[in-house]
């Protein structure tokens, strides 16, 4: 991987993440606990294949719109003109939903399956295509051209972006796939289980939304 880069200091970024998410943290945060929510509710769905698959595939999708969602919050943020409310950022995300999730298919799935079996090349292969998602929002670029686009992005500075978009990946899979399978059974309750799903994907989907967001955006000025 190539050297650290000035303009993704953890600090700074992480800095910046924070105002974003102190200025949007209610429109952030809503659909995060509905997304956390409903990831808890797949794994009560197991014992029954038809409503586990129909789940996962909406959850998949609902979580990508998510990412898009995000995209248009920092969208937001950076412009001088009014905040578009929920409802009109969730509908300017919705038509890149079906890229996003080709993308994400790509960009993330298989590089955590390659991680299961060699660490590294996952790892590599995760920070190469991390910032898919702004390039598909923000250029309104295809899956394969986001993906294309993103390694272009990485160049150069693959340490900087794994410390940060990598690791914020990281942390959100891992926190997300404990939840979902500990929750509940830990708790002895299901509604408890929905209520600690839904309070830990709002503590790390939007940071980590926004960090890949800033990341794009700060690799996008220095190149």
Request: overall charge positive; some cysteine.
């Amino acid at each position: 991987m190539a050297a650290r880069s000035a303009d993704l200091a953890p600090g700074d970024l992480a800095r910046d993440v924070r105002g974003i998410l102190r200025r949007h943290r209610l429109a952030a945060c809503l659909p995060a606990a509905v997304l956390g929510a409903g990831s808890d509710a797949l794994v009560l769905a197991r014992h029954h294949l038809g409503a586990e698959v129909a789940l996962g595939l909406a959850l998949a999708i609902a979580f990508e719109l998510y990412v898009g969602y995000a995209e248009q919050i920092v969208a937001a943020d950076r412009s001088a003109r009014p905040h578009p409310g929920v409802a009109a950022m969730l509908r300017s995300a919705g038509p890149l939903t079906p890229a996003l999730v080709v993308a994400s298919a790509i960009a993330v799935t298989l590089p955590l399956a390659a991680a299961g079996l060699l660490v590294i090349p996952g790892l590599w292969l995760l920070t190469r295509w991390s910032l898919f998602a702004p390039a598909i929002v923000r250029e309104r670029l295809g899956p394969l051209s986001a993906l294309r686009r993103s390694a272009e992005l990485v160049r150069g500075a693959s340490w900087a972006v794994a410390a940060t978009a990598t690791a914020s990946v990281l942390i959100e899979h891992a926190v997300l796939e404990a939840t979902a399978h500990s929750a509940a059974p830990g708790l002895g309750s299901a509604l408890l289980g929905l209520v600690v799903a839904a309070l830990a994907t709002t503590a790390v989907s939007p940071p980590a939304a926004f960090t890949i967001s800033v990341v794009y955006e700060r690799r996008l000025a220095a190149r």
